[in-house]
């Protein structure tokens, strides 16, 4: 077999220097290729560049017919060179015609050689274009000769990437810069247009060609070496790990790092005659690719954490910070990131925000609660994303349709920026209505109240002009927390939250952890359908220490004030008597043991699990309160789990069904003169909300943004007529599964604003 004259180390050395040459790049080009044939001893070099369009154009060719140069070009996927760029894999065959894919071009004159290799132009993952050589003879090319073409490959990339070839075509023309669209899922809602700063930025590599091959293999041992004990140091102290870095992630990346076949290639790589770092660029070119093929998740996942790896490796060689630098995190900034923990997002500066877009991680995941929290656009399961964007790139953040404009063209731009124009108008509006009392025309004065889980919800309670904190999820803090939250800390936290708002009472809701909302600390249990399953207060009456030392610390913390706490996904008045009881006694607990008590304690139960509708006179009798949670309500009565989207909007929440039931809940209520609020989604709806009114609701809770929309939907609404509409709605008893349409059309007709 014969080997490439001179090496891959000759023939870098070569490039570099032509690259220094001080002429057009389409000379450059041309020299290229006329020394990649000469150290390959092929007869033909070509470089095919991926355009924007999605063809590839050929842009250089040393041995092929040169009139074809900027004349051929096939689509991704068409003849050998499609396949490989398609694929992102190398081909190398002795017979190119007898390959299925083979699709003769006459113009270039190829039909006289036989052997073909070809490999992809890789950069981030992403195929920039195709590089190949060919041989009159048939010959079989050796791995190494596919390798040092894969080399060789990188230094294309660069030299397209870098805009070097804008003399020749626009480079706007290029794939790698062509506007994108993605849709992901939505996760909050709002537009933000801005400039992608990726959270953990991508090293630049410059030096690609290595002047001394043993220092350069120096310097990786050492670096690998230094990431190591940096990740060894992590899993060794789980106290300081940001609450995205659990231990078991950490786990799985100190394997690959330790990972005997990922440090061979990468010596490989250098001895090949790059540098560390363009070794490990090179390394994780190839699995990058290959991770674009899998279809495996668990193989997925293992590809995506060798990406991490070679991300943490390069900072550590280049001496970059691993993620962004917060304090210049440039205006408009657009986050994305493949996943983050919610620690990290609260450290970029709120203010210069505009959005977040993840690659991973949907509505549910830790990060978008704080994302929620702090009003951040964002949208989730994006995959491919990063791959395509560079910091800096323009972004459009389509938080309530889940769409992503990458370089957005002008019109989309501006589509958008009117569309944020708008949504600011509006704004302004909801916030000038913040001291306006919630009254309808006919004079029936409604309670608005507000859903908070996080510390950073509290000044929205005075923006907005909440009556209250009707719902505080606390599970959010434990969610976000390292590991259980000690009592002191609980109690520092409550009251810290109750002090956010001295003048507003708050109705902490315990621990409603299980389903969907899991510690990362707690051991995990699988269960066949997690939503039905140990969950809120079950777990807290089977581990009653739990729940009393969530308790307690409430207790503690509500000292000489009005206290109300509620028991989520209550089942049966027995349960609600048991954590009552619960509830005294650490009542008692604290008087005895000489701390001030609250001055008041209210105890209030969710109703959330439908049993509880067919004992509606005796919980409104027992409880202080009442609460409805019409996200688990509505999913319970339904059998259509709320996170499943094949599910969730199967059924409406305005259907005759739910809102007979919910109407039920609310009679009960003034029957036993217990006082019911509805703190679900729906109640945050202006049409939903418009409906609950109807139904006999005075009382809402909702999250902030819906604050300012549901209050405008009550001013101009005559309470009494919609009573008597939405009644003869559902007197009609006609079957229909939805009265939306019916009572959006009368609300149209009444001009109040949806
Ligand atoms: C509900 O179920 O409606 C509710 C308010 O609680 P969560 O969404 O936290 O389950
Ligand atoms: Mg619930």
Not at 516 to 545: F, H, S, T
Request: charged share 25%; with cysteine.
């Amino acid at each position: 077999m014969r080997s490439a004259l001179g090496g891959p180390r000759l023939l870098l050395r070569r490039l570099r220097e032509i690259s220094a040459e001080s002429v057009s790049a389409q000379a450059r080009l041309d020299k290229i290729v006329v020394q990649i044939a000469a150290n390959m001893v092929a007869e033909v070099c070509s470089v095919y560049v991926l355009r924007a369009d999605q063809r590839l154009e050929l842009y250089a060719t040393e041995g092929l017919n040169r009139e074809a140069v900027h004349q051929t070009t096939m689509h991704s996927g068409e003849g050998l060179v499609g396949l490989i760029a398609k694929s992102a894999e190398p081909l190398a065959l002795s017979e190119a015609q007898e390959h299925p894919a083979f699709a003769y071009k006459p113009e270039t004159g190829e039909e006289v050689y036989h052997s073909f290799l070809g490999v992809p132009i890789l950069r981030g993952g992403n195929t920039l274009g195709v590089l190949v050589v060919q041989n009159k003879v048939r010959r079989v090319y050796s791995e190494e000769e596919i390798e040092a073409l894969q080399t060789t490959a990188m230094l294309l990339a660069e030299l397209i990437a870098s805009g070097e070839l804008q003399a020749i075509e626009d480079p706007r023309d290029l794939a790698l810069y062509r506007p994108a669209t993605l849709r992901g899922s939505p996760m909050v809602e709002g537009v933000g247009l801005g400039h992608v700063l990726l959270h953990e930025p991508r090293v630049v590599v410059k030096q690609l060609v290595a002047e001394d091959i043993s220092g350069e293999l120096g310097r990786l041992e050492q670096a690998i070496d230094a990431m190591r004990a940096a990740i060894d140091e992590l899993v060794a102290h789980g106290d300081r790990m940001g609450a995205g870095e659990h231990r078991e992630v950490l786990q799985t990346v100190r394997m690959v790092a330790n990972d005997r076949g990922w440090v061979r290639r990468l010596r490989e790589a250098v001895m090949s005659g790059l540098t560390a770092e363009a070794a490990v660029e090179r390394v994780q070119n190839d699995a990058r690719a290959r991770m674009q093929r899998q279809t495996d998740p668990y193989l997925r996942d293992r590809l995506h954490d060798l990406d991490d790896i070679a991300n943490r490796l390069l900072h550590q060689l280049t001496g970059q910070s691993y993620v962004a630098d917060r304090e210049s995190v440039p205006e408009n900034a657009i986050i994305v990131a493949r996943t983050m923990g919610p620690a990290a997002l609260l450290d970029y500066d709120r203010k210069r925000l505009r959005g977040l877009v993840l690659e991973e991680g949907g509505p549910t995941s830790h990060v978008a609660i704080v994302a929620r929290a702090l009003g951040v656009a964002t949208v989730g399961l994006v995959p491919g994303l990063i791959d395509i964007v560079e910091t800096g790139d323009p972004i459009i953040v389509d938080g309530s349709t889940g769409e992503v404009h990458v370089r957005p063209q002008p019109d989309v731009q501006s589509a958008y920026a009117e569309k944020a124009r708008l949504r600011a108008r509006r704004q302004e509006q909801y916030a000038r209505l913040r001291d306006v009392p919630a009254i309808t025309k006919d004079g029936v004065q409604i309670a608005l109240h507000m859903n908070a889980g996080l510390a950073i919800d509290m000044p929205h309670v005075h923006e907005t002009g909440a009556a209250s904190v009707g719902l505080f999820r606390t599970e959010l803090q434990f969610m976000l927390a390292p590991r259980f939250p000690r009592m002191d800390e609980q109690h520092r936290f409550y009251k810290a939250v109750l002090d956010a708002a001295p003048d507003r009472p708050i109705t902490f809701r315990t621990l409603d952890i299980g389903s969907d909302k899991i510690l990362p600390y707690m051991a995990k249990i699988e269960e066949e359908n997690p939503a039905l399953g140990w969950r809120a207060i079950r777990i807290g009456l089977d581990r009653p220490g739990l729940l009393r030392m969530q308790i307690r610390a409430m207790l503690k913390a509500g000292a000489d004030r009005d206290l109300r706490i509620m028991f989520p996904m209550i089942a049966n008045v027995a349960e609600f008597e048991a954590a009552r009881a619960i509830a005294l006694r650490e009542l008692d607990h604290i008087k005895r043991h000489d701390y001030s008590p609250p001055r008041s304690l209210r105890l209030g139960a969710m109703v959330e699990v439908p049993s509880l509708l067919w004992e509606l006179d005796l919980i409104a009798e027992r409880a202080d309160f009442l609460s409805v949670g019409s996200n688990d309500l509505v999913q319970y009565m339904y059998a259509a789990d709320r996170d499943n989207t094949r599910v969730s909007k199967r059924y409406d929440n305005l259907s005759p069904p739910v809102l007979r039931a919910l109407e039920r809940v609310a009679e009960a209520g003034r029957r036993a003169n217990t006082p019911v609020t509805l703190c679900g989604e729906m109640g945050g709806r202006p049409l939903e909300a418009l409906a609950l009114l109807a139904i006999g609701y005075r009382s809402l809770s909702m999250s902030p943004s819906a604050i300012g929309p549901v209050k405008s939907m009550i001013l101009n609404v005559d309470l009494d007529e919609a009573q008597v509409f939405l009644a003869t709605l559902l007197a009609a008893d006609d079957g229909a599964p939805s009265v939306r349409e019916k009572l959006r059309d009368y609300a149209l007709s009444r001009n109040i604003p949806l």
